[in-house]
């Protein structure tokens, strides 16, 4: 077998189709002949059983309805027009039979049937010759003597022909039989001999694929599970050759391709080993590899530094952005590298952005105003807490600022009473301390300068006690002076008067 799988799959295929052809060719010719067998047994029935069988068949009819005419005419011997009626419908019949009997003579074989339908035709003629007498007794007005025919020589005759007619009929039916069943048997024989030659052509066939098919299979099988194993990146595949054929080369072929990707992947795993080390700049040598292998690692090597060179400038953007420089954009990249540009670009809006939102929150600080505040729902991540961050840098300065303002406008309304509470932290707590520490001296202050006031206040009242007490006492004199300048002034009426 081995020169065999050494010649070419074409001539292989070659073999086989002439086996199977050769094969076909003598079954096809024995089915031919069997049928042409079959076919002259069905042509004999066709043409020469069946329609002397249909055809005696339809002279027994004809016969029968001729005999209905006679006995109907002699019963309606009276009715002129009926009688001439039957006449016409008998003459019909014996056309009929006529027309009959000369498509079955062409088919009359000599011998034996030859003899049955010479018995047939004589007991015909002796049975019209009947019908004839019949009609002219008809025709004369003798019904009786038409009936006396129609029992005495009519009858009989019919029977005697109709016997004849099927012992020639059954004669017919036995050869038509006989002939179907030859047929029957031809057709056993052929699809017997058929079936035999198709299982032996077949499993000759069968054997002949078989060792074609694994002559072909097997090592197309080994090629096709080393082309899967190396679309599935498995490249360690043991391929061995055993024939010259185009599967052996195919196999042959697969083992150098394998061999070719070998290296191109031990140089693609050097590049990555080399980059993985920091040696970014490393290419492959493109001018180791042929055809387009040599091209698959060039190209490699410009993808590879395409991409270096993007991340390069992102890095280097990303520098100018780290030390506060926003004036630099990233290259409009095409393609789905352009997804590059857009987050850089969207890195340099939010840091503008978060920039622009530090310097309005700054400027309101300086200016005194803090209830401005950040929106920080524009904003995601730190981003997000950053801002939130700054707007509570923002109220929590506003809320100890307003704490610190309104223990001060309390103060300035008299009102010592005010503290500041709360939970503040840091210099804020210092501020709330102190803040309260000095209300607490002022407290005491006016605490102090009330109770001057109050000493004060009683010495006034002592004093203004003992005025008012004196004051009393010089009206009381004033009024005593009076009443003795009353009392003068009278004394001096009186010694004026006197």
């Excluded at 009609?135 to 025919?149: E, K, L, M, N």
Aim: glycine share 6%; no cysteine; hydrophobic share 40%.
């Amino acid at each position: 077998m081995k020169w065999f799988q050494n010649i070419s799959i074409a001539r292989k295929l070659a073999v086989a189709f002439t086996i199977t052809s050769l094969m076909t060719i003598g079954l096809g010719m024995y089915a031919l002949a069997q049928m042409s067998a079959s076919n002259k047994l069905a042509v004999e029935i066709q043409t020469v059983w069946f329609p002397a069988v249909e055809q005696l068949g339809e002279i027994r009819a004809q016969l029968g309805e001729l005999r209905t005419f006679e006995l109907a005419q002699i019963a309606r011997a009276d009715e002129p027009e009926a009688v001439e009626d039957y006449f016409k419908r008998m003459q019909k019949a014996r056309d009929a039979v006529t027309k009959a009997q000369g498509i079955y003579e062409r088919s009359t074989a000599a011998g034996r049937e030859a003899e049955f339908y010479t018995e047939v035709k004589k007991h015909l003629a002796r049975y019209y010759d009947a019908n004839t007498r019949m009609g002219d007794a008809i025709r004369a007005g003798d019904v009786v003597g038409a009936q006396t025919i129609s029992d005495e020589d009519s009858r009989p005759a019919r029977r005697e022909l109709f016997a004849k007619l099927v012992e020639l009929t059954q004669y017919n039916a036995d050869q038509l039989n006989k002939e179907l069943k030859a047929s029957n048997d031809s057709y056993q024989r052929a699809v017997t001999g058929m079936i035999v030659s198709l299982v032996l052509l077949t499993s000759i066939a069968v054997l002949a694929g078989w060792l074609i098919a694994r002559a072909i299979s097997r090592p197309l099988l080994q090629a096709t599970r080393v082309a899967g194993a190396i679309a599935n990146g498995k490249l360690d595949n043991s391929i061995s050759s055993h024939g010259h054929d185009e599967t052996g080369q195919l196999l042959e072929s697969m083992r150098q391709m394998q061999s070719r990707l070998q290296a191109v992947s031990a140089a693609q795993m050097e590049m990555a080993t080399r980059h993985d080390a920091g040696e970014i700049s490393y290419r492959m040598d493109e001018a180791a590899f042929p055809g387009d292998y040599g091209r698959m690692v060039r190209d490699t090597n410009a993808l590879v530094a395409s991409h270096i060179a993007v991340k390069l400038r992102l890095v280097e953007i990303m520098q100018r952005y780290a030390i506060g420089d926003l004036s630099v954009d990233m290259d409009r990249l095409p393609g789905e590298k352009a997804v590059l540009t857009e987050a850089m670009d969207a890195t340099k809006r939010n840091l503008s952005a978060i920039n622009a939102e530090i310097k309005r929150l700054t400027e309101a600080a300086v200016a005194g105003d803090f209830s401005v505040r950040g929106d920080a729902e524009r904003y995601q991540y730190d981003f997000h807490v950053m801002v939130e961050g700054l707007n509570r840098l923002m109220e929590t300065t506003d809320e100890n600022l307003s704490e610190t303002s309104g223990l001060l406008q309390a103060i300035a309304r008299g009102d010592l009473t005010a503290r500041m509470d709360g939970d503040f932290h840091g210099v804020f707590a210092r501020m709330r301390d102190d803040a309260n520490a000095t209300v607490a001296q002022l407290t005491d202050i006016v605490g102090r300068i009330q109770g001057a006031s109050v000493s004060i206040n009683t010495a006034a009242g002592e004093i203004a006690s003992g005025n008012t007490d004196l004051s009393r006492r010089t009206e009381q004199q004033a009024a005593n002076l009076e009443e003795t300048a009353a009392s003068m002034e009278e004394l001096t009426s009186t010694v004026r008067q006197n």
